[in-house]
């Protein structure tokens, strides 16, 4: 199964990594370079280290019987995962060499353990030299006599500048030929399209779960309500008539949604298998796609009217509320 991962710097999507894989990929939008391993726990050490951090070593099973070892240094006492639990772990990296530790994600449990963020490290080291410079002119202008406030302010000025060029200038961006970069472009934007798709079609499926346990709390209160006295409760079972085929009416474009959600899912996944771009899509399959889109955009109009039909019967929104309590 692939993980959809995005960018940390940027949120963008970034990748589809398969399990038990390491796979490296730049961001067009921001040009950081990722290193994002996917695999299960093999096993995993640690050790204290000082009286608040503990080094750790996690083991991932890769590929065919190969191990890639992780290695970081938290303050913290546990980690949360097993032998067998899936694991992500995202650095960044300049050029071909790993440039620091984001994040361990436990697909299995849930838990993420920050370690760090995009650039932390190229800020470290802007800081430190921004702070030189500031120290030297500085240093400088305290040594002018006449108009030192102007030379003071002077000197901050410039270490500021300095700060942000050296800081720009250390973080771990990429240069990316204008080729590659078109298609890396391409590649998320297909990605983009894809999460989105993918989002729609599970609040379909959650739809359709509503709408059943709708249907069988309306069922079951008809049913009762015609073994006791359909004359006494004919205002609420015509109320429960009009609230099943609104429903009714509900199910169908929910199924609608479900499977045409599913059919742009597997569009996607073949121009992303075959490395195509959004702009070069064939003559007959971008149009087809963003048709396909444009009328699931119009039943998710229809969708939310429905909602809101069934929200203004107020018998039905009563008998529904009561029956949840």
Known sequence: MERLIECDRCRAPLAEVPDRSVVQT???TCRFKFQVINGPLANKSGRQVGSHQRDYELRLEIGDRQLEIVRFRIARDH????????????????GKQLEELLYVRNLTT?????????????????NALGFLVAAVSIGVAMTIEQYRLVALGGAAVISYVAWLWIDRRLEPKHQLSPEFAESRQATQGLLERKQAC???RLAAVQSLAENEAHRERLIALRRKMSDVDID?????????DRGLMTLDRQRAVDIALRDGYERAVKILDIELEAGAAAEQLGGD?????LSKLDELRALEEQQADLKRELQANAEIEKLLHERGA
């Open 26 to 28: 730049v961001c067009a």
């Open 79 to 94: 980690l949360p995962a097993r032998p067998g639990d899936e694991i992500v772990v995202v650095h960044t990296m300049r």
């Open 110 to 126: 849930g838990d993420i353990i920050r370690v760090g963020s995009p650039g932390d490290r190229a800020e470290r080291s802007a």
């Open 198 to 200: 993918d989002a729609g």
């Open 232 to 240: 006494l409760f004919k205002p609420r079972l015509d109320a429960i």
């Open 285 to 289: 399959v971008a149009p087809l796609l």
